[in-house]
């Protein structure tokens, strides 16, 4: 069966330094990858999507971006974290023919 | 511009007694839904979906109803448990390669 891995849970970071947040997929091949952000009463906003290794799709211009080192691998980075960065992120992936996707549990960012 | 839209924030029902979480879109190449359900500090967890070729789709307590030509579509909820106290998420798809379009949410609580 399927199943993502995103991680850590929880972060604190400084303002100013760097973020890595990673998503893994088991048990499927070329699935779609996605970053999601939850923040309050913005509903799930939509910030990176990959069809491919290396196929990188940016939905919201910002202090972030995102990379595929591997077909199961999705990264979620910053070179300099901002307050306005504190929020939920989630990584979702669908593929096999489903519509919907599958997500993570979620990293709760805080940026202090 | 939003192609997803709940409009209503938040809803209180009593235990027991039926939820009924409405949703509208705008984009009518949009041809399929799914309704996601998300508890605090989890990711969202498919719940139903429903192709425009149905009107209505049924899995035990909930029932999703469609109507393309208002563009509108409603998911019920019955009998309410405390347990479905969460936030739910519409979302939309043209089935294509196109991410998926999330509305900002419903928060139901259930009161027991």
């Known amino acids: 069966s399927q199943t993502i891995h995103q991680w850590p849970a929880t972060l604190v970071q400084p303002v100013g330094s760097p973020l890595s947040l990673e998503c893994t997929v088991e048990?499927?091949?070329?699935?779609?990858l996605y970053w999601y952000r939850q923040a309050a009463g913005r509903g799930l906003q939509l910030l990176f999507y990959?069809?491919?290794?290396?196929?990188i799709s940016s939905e919201v211009p910002q202090n972030l971006s995102a990379s595929r080192p591997q077909d199961r691998q999705f990264i979620l980075s910053s070179k300099k974290l901002l307050l306005s960065d504190s929020s939920f992120y989630l990584c979702?992936?669908?593929?096999?023919?489903?519509?919907?996707?599958?997500f993570g549990s979620g990293t709760r960012l805080t940026v202090v | 511009d939003q192609q997803v839209k709940q409009n209503s924030p938040s809803l209180s029902v009593q235990e027991g007694r039926i939820s009924i979480l409405n949703c509208d879109y705008t984009?009518?190449?949009?041809?399929?839904f799914l309704w996601y359900k998300k508890y605090p500090a989890e990711g969202p967890t498919f719940l139903i979906s429903?192709?425009?070729?149905?009107d209505k789709n049924e899995d035990g307590r909930f029932t999703v109803f469609l109507n393309k030509s208002a563009k509108h579509l409603s998911l019920h909820i019955v009998p309410s448990q405390p347990g479905d106290s969460a936030v739910y998420f519409c979302?939309?798809?043209?089935?294509?390669?196109?991410?998926?379009?999330f509305g900002k949410g419903t928060r139901l609580s259930v009161i027991a």
């Open positions: 979702a992936w669908s593929g096999g023919g489903s519509y919907g996707y599958t």
């Open positions: 048990g499927t091949s070329n699935p779609n």
């Open positions: 990959s069809v491919g290794i290396g196929q």
């Open positions: 984009n009518s190449m949009f041809d399929y």
């Open positions: 429903i192709s425009s070729i149905k």
């Open positions: 979302a939309a798809t043209d089935s294509g390669n196109t991410p998926l379009v």
